[in-house]
Structures are given as C-alpha cells and as structure tokens.
C-alpha cells in the first residue's frame, strides 16, 4: 500500500521560509516521478514541482522558479520542497504524490497523479 506522509508546513510571514516534507513507503521509489502541488481557497489544485527519482531532473511551476527547490534523500525515501521568499499567494494546502515512471509534465500540470498524501497547510501572511 503506498504511503505518502507530507510535514513541515505552518504559518510565517511573507518573505520567510518553509521546507516541506515527503515520506514515501510501500512501492518502490526508485524510478517514478514524485510531484509537489497545492490547492488555494477557491482554485483549482496545481502543480508546483515535481522531480523524477531515477535521475533527479526537476521542473517547476513559472509561479515558484527561482523561490522553491525540490530534492530528495535516495536514501530515505523522501522528497522536499524547499520554499523560499514565501509570498502571500503561495498559502495553500499542499500535497505530495507521485506517480509511476518517468514524470510525464501532461499529468503534473493537470495534477492528475496516481498516490496522494493527505496535505500539510502552508500559511503566508503579508
């Protein structure tokens, strides 16, 4: 059964930062494509980063280049979400997922992977 298990949000004021995290268990990691996304009051959920374990290349959301960083530890099976210059509009709840495979950006920007985690909430006030 896989598992995601996401932590690290909060509340900070604008221009702080956060560093999410993504526990994944019960499949294999190596090889598949794990993403992060968000859902703000009112909008569509959306794709915010995603990064391909096999090889570790990384793509991003226009809103969140050059502010957040998507990693991983190989090692323990989980990926981050560095988030960095946080702005008001970045307060959301976001979700970590993954999907089989290489990352297949179709899928990413209709946020339409396969595993969900249930979500940590991001606060940013101005």
């Known amino acids: 059964q896989v598992q995601l298990v996401e932590s690290g949000g909060g509340s900070v004021q604008a221009g702080g930062s956060l560093r999410l995290s993504c526990a994944a268990s019960g499949y294999t990691y190596s090889s598949n494509c794990m993403g992060w996304f968000r859902r703000a009051p009112g909008k569509e959920r959306e794709g915010v980063a995603a990064?391909?374990?096999?090889?570790?290349?990384?793509d991003y959301a226009d809103s969140v280049k050059g502010r957040f960083t998507i990693s991983q530890d190989y090692a323990k099976n989980t990926v981050y979400l560095q988030m960095n210059s946080l702005k008001p509009e970045d307060t959301a709840m976001y979700y970590c997922?993954?999907?089989?495979?290489?990352?297949?950006?179709?899928?990413?920007?209709?946020?339409?992977?396969?595993?969900w985690g249930q979500g940590t909430q991001v606060t940013v006030s101005s």
């Open positions: 990064i391909y374990t096999g090889g570790g290349s990384t």
């Open positions: 997922a993954a999907d089989r495979g290489l990352c297949d950006l179709d899928r990413f920007w209709r946020a339409d992977f396969s595993y």
